[in-house]
């Protein structure tokens, strides 16, 4: 086992927040309890095959940069099992038990869709005894609907139904892979699922046709067994100038629309957020607040680019944010934290991906405690509480449950008088915020 990370000997090591090896963990302790559960469970950290194994450093402005000992170019299913291999390398010696795929990841493409789906059986049969032997699970896994050139106009939403045939094929493959691998999740990220000018577009028309293959497939799913749930990813744009599934409130209301509600949730990602204007928390509260956060994809952007540069998650803050969501609503049932995250084109040596998800785990890891210590002490709930209180009585009840109309209001707007303004306090939970990110008690 350290056929193509010889720099590291065996798994990484759980040494404590004061530590300078660069190869351990300070905060993320796999069999450390939480909540009554441990962090390996609370967390549910997944490697993504597409950037730490299939990532080549190619950027907009110039190719493949690294140099990975998986992938020589030659025979691509040599280089699928050899790449295959290493996945299960890193993730034993990371600590990582689950990893997430496309289906082109795994196998390439053939010249027909038998060869195609050839290729990727293959594989799924070599993956699947790894797994038996390592431990590690599939957290999801996806179809590949954006990269071959039939997909430039979109794969369900594409105008020609024999283009939505073909992603149809993908799906029912891709999704035949993750039953066999035991996938509690398979995700819809539609990257060329939308357009990049309405003057050849038919909205209306491509969003029932997305709505077609998302219904098809939970059929399909259903009648083979896959117990999983199904996940939407957002995202506003990149690839397509615009995206159906802009934002989790946009997702929600298509699911809505199209009766779809009960059998999807989401999966948001960070740089997603970021790139529709939001924060992650925000996205993180959209979702959870309908009941329907199914799943994160963790990693950051840049705030000074505008594009989805997926860097590995680093910023506490933003990390408390998120798993005080996902702690609020009683953990993930069918997903994990998948590192959506690419090394920079400059990181160039294997070594750097443990650098990366070391950095990532230990920065969640330390997050999950702070959120949990934060819960614990209700530092948030109680102001929160009070700050809403006056709709538990009274006539703030009365809005709620509809019993209240606007002459009833009027007459009680006259009669109460102006009301007061109170203080939100932000300033002093921001710094409550702190207080915990910073404190030396949560170690
Ligand atoms: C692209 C993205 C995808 C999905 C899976 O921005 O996030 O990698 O997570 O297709
Ligand atoms: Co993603």
Known sequence: MTKFFPEVLGPVPFEGPSSDNPLAFRYYDAKRKVRGRTMESQLKFSVAYWHSL????????????????????????????????????????????????????LAPEGATIEESNRNLDHMVQRAAALQRHSGVKLLWGTANLFSHPRYTHGAATNPDPLVFAHAAAQVRRALDATVALGGTGYVFWGGREGYSSLLNTDMDQERRQLAALLRMTVEYGRQVGFTGAFFIEPKPMEPSTHQYDFDAATTLGFLR???????FSLNIEANHATLAGHS?????????????????????????????????????????MAMLVVLGQGGLKHGGLNFDAKLR?????????????????????????????????????RPLKRRYAAYGRGMGKEILQGQASLPELEQWAQDMGEPQVRSGRQEALENVVNDYIYSSKIR
């Open 280 to 320: 992650f928390q925000h996205e993180l509260a959209v979702a959870a607040g309908a009941s329907k956060l199914g799943s994160l994809d963790i990693n950051r952007g840049d705030p000074t680019l505008g594009w989805d540069t997926d860097q590995f998650p680093l910023d506490l803050h933003a990390a408390t």
């Open 54 to 105: 299939r990532g080549t450093g190619a950027d907009p402005f110039g190719g493949p940069v690294y140099d990975r000992p998986w992938c020589r170019g030659g025979d691509p299913m040599e280089d699928a099992e050899r790449t295959l291999d290493a996945a299960f390398e890193l993730l034993t010696k990371l600590g990582v038990k689950r990893y997430c795929f496309h289906d082109r990841d």
């Open 257 to 263: 629309e199209f009766e779809l509600l009960d059998d």
């Open 345 to 381: 084109r400059g990181s160039s040596d294997t070594v750097d991906l443990f650098h990366a998800h070391i950095g990532g785990m230990d920065t969640f890891a330390r997050a999950l405690l702070v959120a949990d210590a934060m819960l614990k002490d209700g530092v948030l709930k």
